[in-house]
């Protein structure tokens, strides 16, 4: 990405062995290491394997953990690290490492963005969904009363270490809700993983059971393809496309996360109906062939993602219909989308009517 200040590599390890050798890669000599974490990870001994092995290198790592959970990724949080840092005299080159889920890189990064006007961190995903999305990008952030992710930065980590071993303890819906962004990377970037992946899914519909080097091959594809699209337009300016392409399906995925109480449905089950309501809106101004609609829905379906909304769930459309409206990508009150046109190539499209949207709503799920 654009010099060599922004840039950092993803790295695969395995094991926590090999961290300590590609951290002191980084030439960062700090002054003190502060492990974040959340109480989950850190009773499941993770955060202690990994002091363990960055000991063994000479280095010692403070360890501070935090509850899990959306509902914490909240000012207050941050707040905390703030004082329990800031009372162990951290400086400007402490390093922070952040061990966790989505919620917890968004947050960490936040806290390592703004404290002392940023110290450098280094990013350890653990969820499929924080390897192949959150942790890469750049993009911090904490939730406020008004809205997810409304108060954040663009800071970019010195490295996502990235090991798909983490990924035995995750519960089955969190490999599925992971796979609704990697699904996403092929449809708006990469016809040929689209592909790889069908032929996968059709030898092996349970992605818990695959081959861990064809989970790897998954995550480093949607590692690559996010980076590829990040890199050339960091800071997701409007209007000009570029990294406002990754959010295909999340238009309409956060806004019925918002209006279901980010209780009943994951991240990934949110976008999954999301791209399949995209899908239907494209189709619907002949953009889209029904063809490719039915090879997006059936390789949704497959990974056993929603593509209209389950009945179980209780929606509050006003909810819903003030969400859409306060999407931080809407820009002069139009409804933008991001729309496929075929299997690897989308487009952003401005001025879609609350009509439109309302019509396709209705054809999955709405008001039932």
Known sequence: SHGQDRSYPIVFGSAFQ????????????????FL?????LRKLGYARYLVRAMKKKG?????LSVPDGEAFKRLPTVDFLYKHCLKEKIDRRSVVLALGGGVLTDLAGFFAATILRGVPFVSIPTTLLGMVDAAIGGKTGVDVPAGKNLVGAFYQPRMVWIDVAFLKTLPHR???TGFAEIIKYGVIKDAVFFQWLIHHLRKQPDVQKWAERDVQAAVWNSARLKAAVVSRDEKETPLQGGREILN????????LEAATGYKNLT???AVSIGMAAAGLISNELGHWSEDAQLQLLSTLQVVGLPIHIPARIKVDWVKFWRALRQDKKIISG?????LP??????FVKSGITAKLVKEVMSSIGYYQ
């Open 174 to 176: 969190e490999w599925i």
């Open 59 to 63: 280095f010692s790592v403070k360890v």
């Open 248 to 255: 295909f399906g999340h238009t309409i995925g956060h806004a």
């Open 334 to 338: 139009k409804l933008r989308f991001v």
């Open 36 to 40: 974040i974490t959340t109480h989950r």
């Open 341 to 346: 046109r075929k299997i690897g190539t989308v």
């Open 18 to 33: 090999s961290f300590p050798s590609a951290f002191k890669s980084l030439k960062l000599q700090p002054t003190q290491i």
């Open 267 to 269: 991240h990934g089950e």
